[in-house]
C-alpha cells in the first residue's frame, strides 16, 4: 500500500469509528479529487459496512453512492455494491433503496453486474422485482439493460416462476432486434 493509500485508509477508518457514519461519508467522498477517488472508494470497499445492519445515516450515503454519476462511473464501483449486498436492511431503508436503484438503474446497469443483482435480490422481494423487471422489459429500449434483466431472471431466485418464463420469451425477441439495431 502506497502512503497515499495508508492515509486515505486512516481517514476512513476515522470516518467509521465517529458518530456519523453516513454524513461523514458522504462529505468525505464529495470533497475527494478524481486521483484519490478511485482509492479511496476501493478502500471503503474493503472496510465497509463494519456492521450487517446500518444507520438511516447510512443509507443517506448509500443512497447519494449509487445516485452519483461521478461515484459510479469508477472502474471498480462494483465493489462498493458488492460490499454493501451484505447488509440487512430493514423496510424502510429497502424503499428509500429501491427508489434510488429504479432512477438509476440504467446507469448501474452499465457499471455492475452480478454485483449490482446480488443487491437489487436483497432489496426487492422476488414478486416486486418480477413487476419492476416486467415494467422494464416492456417499457425499455436500452439492450444494456434488457441484457442485464435476462440474466437476474436466470438466476435461481426466480426459478419457479411463471412471470420468469413470460418476461424470458419476451426478452429472447426483443434482445436480438436492438442489437441488430445497435450494430447498424
Same mark, same amino acid.
Given at each position: ?14 470516518i467509521?469509528q ?20 478511485? &482509492? ?21 450515503? #448509500?443512497?447519494s ?5 461521478? #461515484?459510479?462511473?469508477q ?40 454485483? /449490482? ?14 413487476e ?5 422489459? *416492456? ?14 431472471? &436466470? ?12 418476461i424470458?420469451?419476451? /426478452? ?9 439495431? *445497435?450494430?447498424?
Amino acid at each position: 500500500m502506497s502512503g497515499k493509500d495508508i492515509l486515505l485508509k486512516n481517514e476512513i477508518e476515522m470516518i467509521l469509528q465517529g458518530g456519523s457514519i453516513g454524513g461523514d461519508l458522504k462529505l468525505y467522498f464529495e470533497s475527494l479529487d478524481d486521483n484519490n477517488l478511485r &482509492r479511496a472508494l476501493f478502500i471503503l470497499s474493503r472496510m465497509y459496512p463494519v456492521k450487517l445492519i446500518v444507520s438511516d445515516d447510512e443509507v443517506d450515503f #448509500i443512497s447519494s453512492m449509487l445516485s452519483s454519476e461521478r #461515484i459510479t462511473k469508477q472502474n471498480n464501483f462494483f465493489e462498493f455494491v458488492r460490499s454493501i449486498s451484505i447488509v440487512d436492511f430493514n423496510c424502510e431503508q429497502k424503499n428509500v433503496i429501491g427508489r434510488v436503484i429504479k432512477s438509476h438503474f440504467t446507469n448501474l446497469c452499465e457499471r455492475c453486474s452480478f454485483e /449490482l443483482d446480488e443487491l437489487l435480490m436483497r432489496i426487492f422481494s422476488s414478486v416486486e422485482l418480477m413487476e419492476y423487471m416486467k415494467a422494464l422489459v *416492456e417499457s425499455s429500449d436500452d439492450l444494456a439493460v434488457l441484457q442485464h434483466i435476462s440474466d437476474i431472471l &436466470r438466476d435461481e431466485y426466480f426459478y419457479n416462476s411463471n412471470v420468469t418464463n413470460e418476461i424470458l420469451q419476451i /426478452l429472447t425477441k426483443k434482445i436480438p432486434n436492438l442489437a441488430a439495431k *445497435e450494430n447498424k
